[in-house]
Every structure is written in structure tokens, then in C-alpha cells.
């Protein structure tokens, strides 16, 4: 006898969500198809743990659905024509990744698959997890029904991950760190079979088959995990991390570390100076040697600014002492400055005292991007002469305007006069004559 269909429990998610999701599978019977809710989003549900994330498989044509979901429900469309997948942006910023239900080959370990269209059930198997490879129809007449051909629901209750088929390492090795991602958050533990699949790639090396620019992509994402000393304390444990980033140390304060840089990140805006990802990676890099530093520049295939971040990683505890040390702003500003901000970041992790930590954070709030108000110009205009002598005192008057000593154009003037007696002009100028 037929065990009876499983139905989720679709009243967890806003009201909304759910009505969008009606939607989605009646614009699908319109169009003769079938469209289900796949990803995150299924096994959060069963997981009761909140996750808002809408990505959808449609049996056929999946950017031919997109675009007519985007015409009826008032979105915007991106299409991604090699890998038959869209993402539907919704007036109120809601976004659908739409994709076609499809198959993957790997021409080689690493390489990035070619898809076809598929059946939903090709489509599930196919992913990486068997918690990921659940589905719910969103066809009006078994809206919410469950498909979990392959147990992802028994895995889910037993705390585990399980890989689909013994290649799954071999064909993405960056499965791995996906998984490292999943059992940190989760808490999970690994299935046998892929305990030791795991193994197996990780003596064939399977990362030396994955490009670089893959391969940082991943780390970033384990780096902004809520906890990811976590994430590469998992890599670690399974004899991953050093093949990855040698040098690299999860254990320790990096927890604590982590949690207060994630603070700091959340007071600074990311913008186009600094990366919250190269800061993660420079405390996750903390021990490491130089030599092990540019192993993992090279693996990460890093930008030049991101390598000039990492290369202070062996500096940092020196560099906080030095913060601590420093009584006034002036004195961290001498400290700090020239520093990539990810840097300067840093050394305010690893700064102890909390009135050096305020010093230093107070000097990173307003005083790092301190001008004076007299430039170049207007000193060769008060008779200093053009050259390489202007720039002890323009740098004389930031470290002044952050301890309080002058605050306007005025005190400028007075403090220049006073600190630089200005020298005789030279001959050849013709006021001097």
C-alpha cells in the first residue's frame, strides 16, 4: 500500500510568501507545466528555522516561465541563458530564482557542469545533499506536497549529511566547503559513505582541479557564516583546511575574534575601499608565515588589495600593542596610518584595554579620513617653499587637529607659524628683492 503524501506545514511563512507561491504554480498549469519549490527554502521548512530564500525549478522552459511570472506579477528579469536560469525581481525587492529543472555533467573534476533539461526527479538528484534535494509542488492540486525521493527528510530527523552519488566530490570538489558551511550551521554530523567519499577526495587532491576565483568564492561565503570559526574548525577537523589555506587557524580566540569584527563590520558601510571578507580572512590568517600567506594568495587567487591585507597578518600583535601604547589620537594615527582599512580593522580586534580600544575606534570613526583645512597652496601663499618640506607640516597639522590643538583655519595659521619658522625665500623669488 502507497505510503500517503507528505504535506509541509506552509503556514511558518508569511502570508504573502505563500500567496506568491499560489501564484507561481497557477501561472505554471496556465502554461501546461509544473513548477516546485526547491533549495534552502524546503528543508528550513521542515528544519523550522527561518530562511525566506524563493528558488523555484520548472519542468521545460524555465526563463519562458520566468518571463511570463515577471509580466504577471510586475517584476524585473535577468536571464542566464547558459545555466537555463533567471532571477525575478519583485517590486517590493522580492527575488525568485527561477531555473530549469535540468542535469549536470562534468566534462572534468572542478570544471563547471553542462546542463539539459530534465525531469524534477533528475533535477533533485543532481544536487549536492539530500537535504537539498527536496521539493514541494506548487501545482494548485498538491500544493505543499513533499518529493524526498532520495531520504533527505530521515537525513534532516538523524542530524546528517549525505551525498547523492560517490562521485559528488570528485565531479565539485567546492561541495566540500559547501558542506562545511551546512554541518557548522546546522550542527550536523557526516553519513559514513561520505565521511569517507570525503577521504577519498581529499588524497586525490580534488582542489587542485578548482580555479582559484571558485575556490576564494566558497571561502568567502564560510568567512561571513555567522560563526565561521566554526565552518573552518569543521574543514580542519577533516584534514581539508591545510590543503586549502596552510597557515589558517579556526581554533582559539578566532571565535571571539570573528564575533567582534562582525560587530565592527556592522558600523562600517562596505563600499569600494575595504572588503568585510578580506578582514575575516586576515584574522582567520592570524598565525600564519609569510610564506604560508602567499601559498593561500596564490590558491585564492587574490586581488592585489586583498593581498596587501594579508601580508600583515603577522605584524597584528605587534601592531595592537603598539595602538595600546598610544595615549593620544595623534599617536594612533602614527600607529595606523597608510594601512588598508581591513588592517586598521584588525588591530582594533586585537587591541585588549577597553579605553585603547575606544582611542583606537574614535581615531577609525572620524579621525582616519582628518585634512586640514590649509593645503599645499595656501602655505606656499604664507611663503613656505614648494616641495617635499610641505608635507611634514600638513602632517603635523592632522596630528594636531586630532589631539584638539587647533580646530579652524585660524589656529592652522598660528600652530604652522609657530611649530615651522617659516625659512628665508630663496633669491630667485622675486618678492625677496
Given at each position: 500500500?502507497a505510503?500517503?503524501?507528505?504535506?509541509?506545514?506552509?503556514?511558518?511563512?508569511?502570508?504573502?510568501?505563500?500567496?506568491?507561491?499560489?501564484?507561481?504554480?497557477?501561472?505554471?498549469?496556465?502554461?501546461?507545466?509544473?513548477?516546485?519549490?526547491?533549495g534552502?527554502?524546503?528543508?528550513?521548512?521542515?528544519?523550522?528555522v527561518?530562511?525566506?530564500?524563493?528558488?523555484?525549478?520548472?519542468?521545460?522552459?524555465?526563463p519562458?516561465f520566468?518571463?511570463?511570472?515577471?509580466?504577471?506579477?510586475g517584476?524585473?528579469?535577468?536571464?542566464?541563458?547558459?545555466?537555463?536560469?533567471?532571477?525575478?525581481?519583485?517590486?517590493?525587492?522580492?527575488?525568485?530564482?527561477?531555473?530549469?529543472?535540468?542535469?549536470?555533467?562534468?566534462?572534468?573534476?572542478?570544471?563547471?557542469?553542462?546542463?539539459?533539461?530534465?525531469?524534477?526527479?533528475?533535477?533533485?538528484?543532481?544536487?549536492?545533499?539530500?537535504?537539498?534535494?527536496?521539493?514541494?509542488?506548487?501545482?494548485?492540486?498538491?500544493?505543499?506536497?513533499?518529493?524526498?525521493?532520495?531520504?533527505?527528510?530521515?537525513?534532516?530527523?538523524?542530524?546528517?549529511?549525505?551525498?547523492?552519488?560517490?562521485?559528488?566530490?570528485?565531479?565539485?570538489?567546492?561541495?566540500?566547503?559547501?558542506?562545511?558551511?551546512?554541518?557548522?550551521?546546522?550542527?550536523?554530523?557526516?553519513?559514513?559513505?561520505?565521511?569517507?567519499r570525503?577521504?577519498?577526495?581529499?588524497?586525490?587532491?580534488?582542489?587542485?582541479?578548482?580555479?582559484?576565483?571558485?575556490l576564494?568564492?566558497?571561502?568567502y561565503?564560510?568567512?561571513?557564516e555567522?560563526?565561521?570559526?566554526a565552518?573552518?574548525?569543521?574543514?580542519?577537523?577533516?584534514?581539508?583546511?591545510?590543503?586549502?589555506l596552510?597557515?589558517?587557524?579556526?581554533?582559539?580566540?578566532?571565535?571571539?575574534?570573528e564575533?567582534?569584527?562582525?560587530?565592527?563590520?556592522?558600523?562600517?558601510?562596505?563600499?569600494?575601499?575595504?572588503?568585510?571578507?578580506?578582514?575575516?580572512?586576515?584574522?582567520?590568517?592570524?598565525?600564519?608565515?609569510?610564506?604560508?600567506?602567499?601559498?593561500?594568495?596564490?590558491?585564492l587567487?587574490?586581488?592585489?588589495s586583498?593581498?596587501?591585507?594579508?601580508?600583515?597578518a603577522?605584524?597584528?600583535?605587534?601592531?595592537?600593542?603598539?595602538a595600546?601604547?598610544?595615549?593620544?589620537?595623534?599617536?594612533?594615527?602614527?600607529?595606523?596610518?597608510?594601512?588598508?582599512?581591513?588592517?586598521?580593522?584588525?588591530?582594533?580586534?586585537?587591541?585588549?584595554?577597553?579605553?585603547?580600544?575606544?582611542?583606537?575606534?574614535?581615531?577609525?570613526r572620524?579621525?582616519?579620513?582628518l585634512?586640514p583645512?590649509?593645503?599645499?597652496?595656501?602655505?606656499?601663499?604664507?611663503?613656505?617653499?614648494?616641495?617635499?618640506?610641505?608635507?611634514?607640516?600638513?602632517?603635523?597639522l592632522?596630528?594636531?587637529?586630532?589631539?584638539?590643538?587647533?580646530?579652524?583655519?585660524?589656529?592652522?595659521?598660528?600652530?604652522?607659524?609657530?611649530?615651522?619658522?617659516?625659512?628665508?625665500?630663496?633669491?630667485?623669488?622675486?618678492?625677496?628683492?
Amino acid at each position: 500500500m502507497a505510503e500517503a503524501p507528505v504535506t509541509a506545514d506552509l503556514s511558518r511563512l508569511p502570508a504573502d510568501t505563500v500567496t506568491l507561491l499560489r501564484r507561481l504554480g497557477a501561472l505554471a498549469r496556465e502554461r501546461g507545466t509544473d513548477v516546485y519549490l526547491v533549495g534552502g527554502l524546503v528543508r528550513d521548512l521542515l528544519l523550522d528555522v527561518g530562511s525566506v530564500d524563493l528558488d523555484v525549478a520548472v519542468v521545460g522552459d524555465g526563463p519562458a516561465f520566468a518571463r511570463r511570472a515577471s509580466e504577471a506579477l510586475g517584476g524585473t528579469l535577468v536571464v542566464h541563458e547558459r545555466f537555463m536560469t533567471s532571477t525575478v525581481t519583485l517590486e517590493d525587492h522580492t527575488l525568485i530564482d527561477v531555473a530549469t529543472a535540468r542535469t549536470e555533467t562534468y566534462e572534468r573534476s572542478g570544471a563547471l557542469p553542462r546542463v539539459k533539461p530534465a525531469p524534477i526527479d533528475a533535477d533533485l538528484r543532481r544536487r549536492d545533499f539530500t537535504v537539498n534535494a527536496m521539493a514541494l509542488q506548487l501545482a494548485p492540486a498538491a500544493f505543499g506536497v513533499l518529493l524526498d525521493p532520495f531520504g533527505g527528510a530521515a537525513d534532516l530527523a538523524a542530524r546528517r549529511l549525505r551525498i547523492l552519488h560517490d562521485r559528488s566530490f570528485l565531479d565539485d570538489p567546492t561541495r566540500i566547503l559547501r558542506m562545511a558551511r551546512f554541518a557548522a550551521r546546522l550542527e550536523f554530523g557526516l553519513e559514513d559513505g561520505t565521511a569517507a567519499r570525503l577521504a577519498e577526495a581529499l588524497e586525490g587532491r580534488a582542489f587542485e582541479f578548482v580555479s582559484g576565483d571558485r575556490l576564494r568564492e566558497e571561502i568567502y561565503l564560510g568567512l561571513n557564516e555567522l560563526e565561521p570559526a566554526a565552518v573552518f574548525g569543521r574543514l580542519e577537523a577533516w584534514g581539508a583546511l591545510d590543503t586549502l589555506l596552510p597557515g589558517a587557524s579556526p581554533g582559539g580566540d578566532l571565535a571571539e575574534l570573528e564575533e567582534l569584527a562582525g560587530r565592527l563590520i556592522a558600523l562600517c558601510e562596505k563600499g569600494a575601499t575595504w572588503d568585510p571578507s578580506a578582514l575575516r580572512l586576515l584574522l582567520l590568517m592570524r598565525s600564519a608565515l609569510p610564506p604560508a600567506l602567499d601559498a593561500a594568495a596564490r590558491k585564492l587567487n587574490l586581488p592585489p588589495s586583498s593581498r596587501e591585507v594579508l601580508k600583515y597578518a603577522p605584524r597584528l600583535p605587534e601592531l595592537a600593542r603598539a595602538a595600546e601604547a598610544a595615549e593620544k589620537l595623534s599617536n594612533v594615527h602614527k600607529v595606523l596610518r597608510g594601512m588598508p582599512l581591513e588592517v586598521q580593522l584588525a588591530v582594533l580586534v586585537f587591541v585588549g584595554p577597553p579605553e585603547a580600544r575606544e582611542r583606537v575606534f574614535t581615531y577609525l570613526r572620524g579621525g582616519r579620513g582628518l585634512a586640514p583645512e590649509l593645503t599645499g597652496d595656501d602655505l606656499q601663499a604664507m611663503g613656505y617653499a614648494q616641495g617635499p618640506g610641505l608635507k611634514p607640516i600638513l602632517e603635523g597639522l592632522v596630528e594636531a587637529r586630532l589631539d584638539g590643538a587647533v580646530h579652524n583655519r585660524r589656529d592652522e595659521e598660528r600652530w604652522v607659524r609657530e611649530h615651522f619658522p617659516r625659512p628665508p625665500l630663496a633669491p630667485s623669488d622675486p618678492s625677496a628683492n
